[in-house]
């Protein structure tokens, strides 16, 4: 692909300086083919060393590089410059987590969430000899959820979160039900009720911009609707 001159508005703030948040420019001819990540790369190594930013395995499966792309929440590695079909780019940190420096937000509380859910599989008794065996079919009803990569741009697209940080948020959620929905799991369904409230599965607005976001079309609102079903029918359960 040919080179182009882009235009990169990137998100700066560093509170050890006492410094304002604000936006720098940076100008630089680079190739369409090239990620955004790779661009912020060429800033930080040729215009601006101080910029910082994370990022890991740079093929879309550690998580570490969400941020917001032209106001859309993206992974900046598997985020291509001709994609964007503008020369002016905007460079944001994910909303709903505190900054702590520039692109780089406080992960804490996203992680206090997921591991608020016991994120693993669950046995009773003694382990088996042999491996469980799954079926297709059952496979098949977790299958989107395994491939969550905990990146967090659902967790900063949720507008629940901008207004309760005690909401656990849609990718905590969309895990519980990845473990509740898998034939081996063998948890208390007890577990449930620790999310049958308002900042648990009841407080999810219904609006999908988690699932907008997620890199690996995953559905989290789908998750969330089957523990729904699952608090519901528990609760006719004990009725009947």
């Known amino acids: 692909m040919a080179s182009r001159e882009y235009v990169f508005r990137v998100f700066r703030f560093d509170p050890e300086k006492d410094q304002k948040p604000h936006f720098s420019t940076y100008a630089l001819k680079l190739e369409e083919s090239q990620s955004v990540l790779g661009a912020l790369m060429e800033i930080q190594d040729r215009l601006d060393p101080s910029l910082s930013f994370r990022y890991s395995c740079r093929g879309a499966v550690c998580g570490s590089c969400g941020m917001a792309v032209n106001g859309s929440l993206v992974l900046a590695c598997r985020t291509l410059l001709f994609s964007l079909q ?3 780019i905007t460079v944001e940190p994910l909303p709903n987590l505190e ?13 206090k969430a997921y591991q608020s859910i016991q994120p693993w599989l669950h046995t009773q008794g003694p382990l088996p000899e042999r491996e469980y065996t799954v079926s297709e079919r059952d496979r098949s009803r977790i299958d989107q959820f395994v491939n969550c990569i905990l990146c967090a741009c659902c967790y900063g697209a ?17 895990k519980l039900y990845r473990f509740v929905g898998d034939v081996r799991d063998q948890r208390d369904k007890a577990i449930l009720e620790e999310v049958d409230n308002p900042q648990g599965v009841w407080g999810c607005d219904t609006v999908f911009r988690c699932i907008d976001a997620c890199p690996k079309e995953v559905r989290p609102t789908d998750g969330i609707s089957a523990l729904r079903r699952g608090l519901v029918t528990r609760a006719l359960g004990r009725k009947l």
Not at 101 to 108: A, G, H, N
């Open 158 to 174: 949720c507008p629940v979160l901008g207004r309760d940080p005690d909401y656990l948020g849609p990718a905590a959620l969309a």
């Open 86 to 88: 503008t020369g002016v």
């Open 99 to 111: 900054i702590q420096r520039d692109l780089v937000v406080d992960m804490e509380p996203f992680w």
